[in-house]
């Protein structure tokens, strides 16, 4: 598929809604294009993937996925537009592109010689708090049946991404009697205890190795400006290169989260997502393929590393996976998020020598102790 087709495309899906746990009409449009595309019978499971199967569906297969949702909500969308070398919209480069390359597959695919059945998935659930549902359900579907799985990331050109990154998303919740703000001055207020705790939290000393980050992404609470605020809660994102870290993270802020506790401030700490770790090695024969794809299509420096995608679903199983985008962008997760136009011909030259090198390595898959 052309530069030309892919920003079409890309532009087309980037319009239609996909908030996470909300990616049906995506869905409906990419099962649409698999069937256009000529894949037989595309189904949209029970998780809310799409897939679609080129070749024997019950031979062991490569699989290659994209995800479809974004952090957007509904009325968050405006269309993108293109102006020179780049294209602006939200959502664009995360990851309407990488969906607009599945579908590419979908059409370019069938006429190559592969050599291996090969499985097209769009997937739900990656972004914010999906906790990689759509991913979790198509390893525990095909777990070494697939010989290897390919993630496309419609940003992070020149990167691979063969270690998962350990996530965790934490809700802290901190509730008090209230009141009027003049009658009852002096009693705690929930919005006032949330604020000390999250000062307090960005106060935790971060580790420069491994790479480890605080995120606070969402406050909320109280009622009104003149009241005593009752409810409030924060939600957190911790993320560490390491595992260890991570979980040791963790239990510092549920300890930080405990202390705020008296007879009239209740503090609640509850899980609400997790991202698991593991990772293939650098020597690996799936990484060395990414490597040569990439240099191949005249892309010298590439970066290998951890990064939070789908491919930490396998990763974490010991199933070799690795992740690629497809050019270059920035002000990713925002209502500007921009990505180049030219540097597209490479990233999908070098995807279609992946799924190639991937389909000469194919075999089942057998789970590997991960990293």
């Not at 087309?12 to 649409?32: G, K, L, N």
């Not at 769009?122 to 697939?146: H, P, Y």
């Not at 500007?336 to 075999?363: C, M, N, S, T």
Request: charged share 20%; hydrophobic share 40%; proline share 7%.
């Amino acid at each position: 598929m052309d530069t030309e087709g892919l920003v079409t495309l890309a532009m087309t899906i980037q319009r239609i809604p996909a908030p996470t746990s909300d990616e049906h009409e995506r869905a409906e449009f990419v099962r649409s294009e698999f069937v256009r595309a000529g894949l037989k019978d595309p189904e949209i499971d029970t998780a809310g993937n799409v897939l679609g199967c080129i070749g024997d569906p019950d031979a062991p297969a490569l699989l290659v996925s994209a995800h479809m949702d974004s952090v957007f909500a509904r009325d968050a969308i405006r269309p993108a537009r293109r102006e020179g070398n780049r294209l602006t919209g939200p959502g664009i480069g995360d990851n309407a592109l990488g969906v607009a390359a599945l579908i590419g597959l979908a059409r370019d695919l069938p006429t190559a010689s592969i050599g291996t059945p090969v499985w097209l998935a769009g997937t739900v659930g990656e972004e914010g708090l999906g906790n990689l549902r759509g991913m979790r359900a198509i390893v525990q579907r095909f777990g070494s049946r697939a010989s290897a799985y390919l993630v496309i990331e419609g940003m992070s050109l020149a990167s691979i991404y063969h270690l998962g990154l350990p996530a965790r998303r934490l809700r802290i919740t901190v509730r008090t009697a209230g009141g009027h703000s003049w009658t009852h001055a002096g009693q705690p207020s929930a919005t006032h205890e949330l604020v000390k705790l999250a000062e307090r939290l960005l106060r935790i000393p971060l580790p420069a190795r491994p790479r480890t980050a605080v995120n606070i992404g969402l406050m909320e609470g109280g009622t009104a400006i003149n009241a005593i605020a009752a409810h409030a809660s924060l939600e957190l994102d911790l993320r560490s290169e390491d595992e260890a870290v991570a979980s040791a993270l963790e239990k510092s802020v549920a300890q930080l989260a405990a202390s705020l506790a008296t007879p009239e401030v209740r503090v609640q700490c509850e899980s609400v997502g997790s991202r698991p770790g593991g990772g293939i090695p650098p020597d690996h024969p799936l990484v060395q393929a990414a490597l040569r794809s990439l240099r191949a299509t005249g892309i010298d420096e590439v970066h290998l590393g951890a990064g939070s995608t789908d491919a930490s679903a396998p990763l974490s199983q010991g199933y070799p996976s690795v992740c690629i985008g497809l050019t270059r962008g920035s002000k990713a997760h925002t209502p500007d998020e921009e990505i180049e136009i030219e540097p597209i011909a490479q990233g999908y030259a070098a995807l279609l020598r992946l799924v190639h090198e991937a389909a000469r390595l194919a075999k089942p898959a057998q789970p590997a102790v991960s990293l």
